[in-house]
């Protein structure tokens, strides 16, 4: 059985799945669904944490929080990942990827204190920014949207540099 898609697959995939949500009058995002739920969690101390820009926007009519389509896309995003491992994951993941070994050792504390960090530290600014690379580059570079076409241009000026700093041959430990 084949368990790995062609890049060409999902890439198709992806296009006709954003075609699709761009033809109902939406486009795809992920970053409000994790201010939705920043919301519900918050909702109870209001007093405390008035409604602010991170969770600006993820109400429903009135003062209800509602729970709009992406948060459901991000839950089967999670579901089919956990899915497909348990159904195709016959082999065990290394927890540190051999590059991450070669570049800083095998250091597994350390290599998921670097991923929590990085992965908050991009959802915070991609909703700050108002998306990040679901709703600016796919959606909105498939667009020409302004936004979406700097965006991206921006990511890429910004992760080829540090990529190479972060991974060079025979840099210090």
């Avoid at 250091?107 to 991923?115: F, V």
């Amino acid at each position: 059985m084949k368990t790995k898609w062609s890049w060409v697959t999902g890439g198709l995939i992806l296009g006709l799945w954003n075609i699709l949500i761009f033809l109902s009058g939406n486009h795809l995002g992920t970053t409000t669904a994790y201010a939705q739920t920043t919301g519900y969690l918050t909702q109870f101390f209001t007093t405390v944490i008035p409604v602010s820009a991170w969770t600006a926007g993820t109400c429903g009519t009135g003062s209800t929080l509602g729970v709009s389509w992406q948060w459901y896309l991000v839950l089967g995003i999670f579901l089919g990942g956990l899915t497909a491992r348990l159904l195709h994951g016959k082999q065990k993941a290394d927890s540190v990827p051999k590059l991450w070994q070669e570049r800083f050792g095998f250091r597994p504390r350390l290599r998921y204190l670097h991923a929590f960090a990085g992965g908050f530290l991009l959802l915070f600014g991609a909703r700050i920014a108002g998306g990040y690379t679901s709703s600016h580059v796919i959606s909105g570079m498939s667009q020409l949207a302004v936004s979406g076409l700097f965006f991206g241009g921006a990511v890429f000026a910004a992760a080829i540099p540090v990529a190479l700093l972060l991974y060079r041959k025979g840099g210090a430990r």
